[in-house]
């Protein structure tokens, strides 16, 4: 038997075919630090026609490991290189699609109302200048921590101030902790400091004391194609490039 449509139901097929694929989820690994930027962003995107991304965030060493264990996601923003490395030197990232997108600063801050004086110098006793915790992402995993440890082994504060430290999550978690007086100082980014009203920058990390903080962004292996065209809009958008300014990041490739 064969089976004839008319016109119009052809139509409607085809539409619906089309709409499906308009409204593909783009399913984004953040790290935690582009909470805020990234939110703003997919909000955007969808006031612009598009369906909303799906937005996952956490530390980039959690999701790299995520990634690697096939979780699904179509694009992955890393708050350091080395993540990054270590997903395309696994082949589940595109290569040809990485692209270092943004960059931040490491400052130093305490609960509002109890700054500590410190000298962003070798030789100030950093480990006696407060009492209590420092709290930063876990030392050699979690980015934030990582560049911590490299600023505080360069100012020749790490050894003195190693048992004092509170490894945390990611770097929202750190700032949680400052911001309820758990940690008397604490190391996170510029762009999670400038969120809250709890906490105060007592000062900014040396840009010579660490790595570049560098986010890269690329679309994992077998992305969607729409993840394509969000990532496009990443790179490209003057409003993406708007809002990540608005939040305090570094725009490390120019919109045209």
């Known amino acids: 038997m064969r089976l004839f449509l008319r016109p119009f139901v052809l ?6 075919s089309l709409t499906a694929r308009a409204e593909e ?3 984004v690994f953040a790290a935690a630090s582009l909470t805020s930027a990234l939110t703003d962003i997919a909000a955007q995107w969808k006031q612009g026609g598009h369906t909303a991304p799906t937005l996952a965030f956490a530390a980039s060493s959690a999701l790299a490991k995520q990634i690697e264990a096939g979780a699904p996601a179509d694009m992955f923003a890393s708050a350091d290189r080395n993540w990054m490395d270590y997903l395309q030197q696994r082949g589940r990232i595109e290569a040809s699609t990485r692209i ?6 490491l400052v130093l801050i305490a609960p509002k109302g109890r700054r500590f004086r410190a000298e962003m110098r070798r030789g100030f006793d950093f480990a006696r200048a407060f009492d209590g915790k420092l709290c930063t992402g876990e030392p ?3 980015p934030v921590g990582i560049y911590a440890r490299q600023s505080l082994e360069a100012l020749g504060w790490w050894e003195a101030i190693r048992p004092r430290i509170v490894g945390t999550d990611d770097v929202r978690t750190a700032l949680n902790f400052v911001e309820r007086g758990e940690c008397a100082a604490g190391i996170v980014y510029a762009t999670d400091a400038a969120i809250s009203d709890k906490v105060e920058i007592m000062s900014t990390f040396p840009e010579d004391a660490h790595e570049p903080i560098v986010y890269p962004v690329a679309l994992v292996g077998n992305a969607r194609p729409a993840a394509r065209e969000f990532l496009r ?17 570094t725009r490390l ?3 045209p």
């Not at 270092?100 to 600063?105: A, E, K, P, V």
């Open 11 to 16: 139509a409607l097929l085809l539409c619906s």
């Open 25 to 27: 989820v783009v399913r």
């Open 100 to 105: 270092d997108l943004l960059g931040n600063t």
């Open 140 to 142: 050699g995993v979690v």
């Open 233 to 249: 809009y990443l790179h490209t958008s003057r409003e993406a490039a708007a809002t990540f300014e608005r939040h305090g990041f």
């Open 253 to 255: 490739t120019s919109a």
